[in-house]
Nanobody, 126 residues
């Protein structure tokens, strides 16, 4: 599986962006997909994840109620809708995938993912 993230850009605080993660390869619908972010000088941080059926989603507390992860398996794409954005959301955002799904305790661990896309830069101005 190859992943390509897009949709980053510059937005004012309070604004919105939607990131996309387009996957190539077969059987993407079975993959567990996550978004991570990394700000300069900081470790890569889990943001959100979605299971194969899209019925299970997971979020870091700091984005709950503001970000929504979703997927369209017909388009081999996972989205991250980001609303009410804050300057602290500024980072490079990466999508990652794995199969099968991780155990719950490993959902937020970057090392448990097998495939990564390139980053897409999100900058939120105050």
């Amino acid at each position: 599986v190859q992943l390509q993230a897009s949709g980053g850009g510059l937005v004012q605080a309070g604004g919105s962006l939607r990131l996309s993660c387009l996957a190539s390869g077969n059987n993407f619908r079975g993959y567990f997909v996550a978004w991570f972010r990394q700000a300069p000088g900081k470790e890569r941080e889990f943001v959100a994840a979605i299971g194969a059926s899209a019925s299970n989603t997971y979020y870091v507390d700091s984005v709950k109620g503001r970000f929504t992860i979703s997927r369209d398996n017909a388009l081999n794409t996972v989205y991250l809708q980001m609303n009410i954005m804050k300057p602290e959301d500024t980072a490079d955002y990466f999508c990652a995938a794995r199969f099968p799904r991780p155990i719950l305790s490993e959902t937020r661990n970057p090392a448990s993912y097998h495939y990564w896309g390139q980053g897409t830069l999100v900058t939120v101005s105050s």
